[in-house]
């Protein structure tokens, strides 16, 4: 079955920095990603759509100069969380969608990366 | 704009009972509809669809859902529950059409089954 990665699975970053995280589709090519944010006993929220070799659509209220992402290739999203603070602890959850199926397929998910920033 | 809403934050139920987990939609057109389970810190696990066609899905471990368009409901069901069942489980609805797949998920049901 189609497999989605991410790496790292977690992390724990000082306030101010930067954070990359790396979301592969491992045997199919992603057309498109989304990543989501999920807090604590909460629903995911979808922060952006990730096309590959254009910008991406970010949803309303969500920072596209504090959350970058970059679709570089059919296989690969990154969202980088730049100069982070401690609210943007959470729950990280990309997913994509195989370019081969059609639009009623669903979209696999990958394990999620847990983001501390202290 | 689509939304789906799950009505139950927890359920509870014995195990080897009848499980039911709720989900109500609102969506221009026919609906995709989706549900997904999530153990802890992980991510979503594809349980099952309806698209078009029969009413009731039938998906992984043993899961199934019946699409009821009058009631604008998808719920999910499992004729006994196994406490490895114990999750978060989202519903999620997709408007069909083109340019668009986004997911609008559900806020969550936490199942509990109790051995």
């Known amino acids: 079955g189609a497999v989605v990665s991410q790496h790292p699975s977690w992390v724990i970053c000082k306030s101010g920095t930067s954070v990359k995280i790396e979301c592969r589709s491992l045997?199919?090519?992603?057309?498109?990603m989304f990543w989501y944010r999920q807090f604590p006993k909460q629903s995911l929220m979808l922060m952006a759509t990730?096309?590959?070799?254009?910008?991406?659509?970010?949803e309303q209220g969500v920072e596209k100069d504090k959350f970058l992402i970059n679709h570089a290739s059919l296989t690969l999203s990154t969202l980088t969380v730049t100069s982070a603070h401690p609210e943007d602890s959470s729950f990280y959850i990309c997913s994509a969608r195989d370019r081969e199926q059609g639009a009623s397929y669903e979209q696999y998910f990958g394990p999620g990366t847990r983001l501390t920033v202290t | 704009a689509q939304s789906v809403a799950q009505p139950e934050d927890q359920v509870n139920v014995a195990e080897g009972n009848p499980l039911t987990v709720k989900c109500t939609y609102s969506?221009?057109?026919?609906?995709?509809l989706f549900w997904y389970v999530q153990y802890p810190n992980r991510g979503l696990q594809f349980l099952l669809k309806?698209?078009?066609?029969?009413?009731l899905v039938k998906g992984s471990y043993g899961f199934e859902a019946e699409f009821n368009k009058s009631q604008t409901s998808f719920h999910l069901k499992k004729p006994s529950a196994l406490v490895s069942d114990s999750a978060l489980y989202f519903c999620a609805v997709r408007a069909p059409g083109a340019g668009s797949y986004q997911l609008t998920f559900g806020k969550g049901t936490k199942l509990s089954v109790i051995p």
């Open positions: 990730s096309n590959e070799g254009s910008k991406a659509t970010y």
């Open positions: 045997d199919f090519q992603a057309t498109t």
């Open positions: 309806y698209i078009t066609g029969d009413n």
């Open positions: 969506v221009s057109g026919n609906p995709y």
